[in-house]
């Protein structure tokens, strides 16, 4: 059955970095865009960041206005993985970090087939 597990999550000042990862099974991974979503204490869960699948417009990524220019995505279809780079991290950043198959790579991206996995929890933090 479809499994995702994210890893990689920390405390972390503000300024640093960490890499996140997500690692897939039990679906064919190349075909599939891949989506990192957070959600903050409080909150709703949000969009962060996307990248296409293998076809069509191969290689395409998104990015919330909120990460862009600090976090980039990748995925290594050879692995089943798809890993968030996050760069000079934000206090706002905190939050539990979860990927997923997403419908297609977009703005308004959400959620395909499969549950939530645990997600993984960053912390921002002086």
């Known amino acids: 059955q479809l499994q995702l597990v994210e890893s990689g999550g920390g405390l972390v000042q503000p300024g640093g970095s960490l890499r996140l990862s997500c690692a897939g099974s039990?679906?064919?991974?190349?075909?599939?865009?891949i989506g990192w979503f957070r959600q903050a204490p409080g909150k709703e869960r949000e969009g962060v960041s996307c990248?296409?699948?293998?076809?069509?417009?191969?290689?395409?990524?998104y990015y919330s206005d909120s990460v862009k220019g600090r976090f980039t995505i990748s995925r290594d279809n050879a692995k089943k993985a798809v890993y968030l780079q996050m760069n000079s991290l934000k206090p706002e950043d905190t939050a539990v970090y979860y990927c997923?198959?997403?419908?297609?790579?977009?703005?308004?991206?959400?959620?395909?087939?499969?549950?939530w996995g645990q997600g993984t929890q960053v912390t921002v933090s002086s």
């Open positions: 997923a198959v997403v419908v297609s790579c977009s703005p308004g991206m959400s959620k395909s087939f499969g549950s």
């Open positions: 990248i296409s699948s293998s076809a069509g417009s191969a290689g395409y990524t």
């Open positions: 039990g679906f064919i991974f190349n075909v599939n865009a």
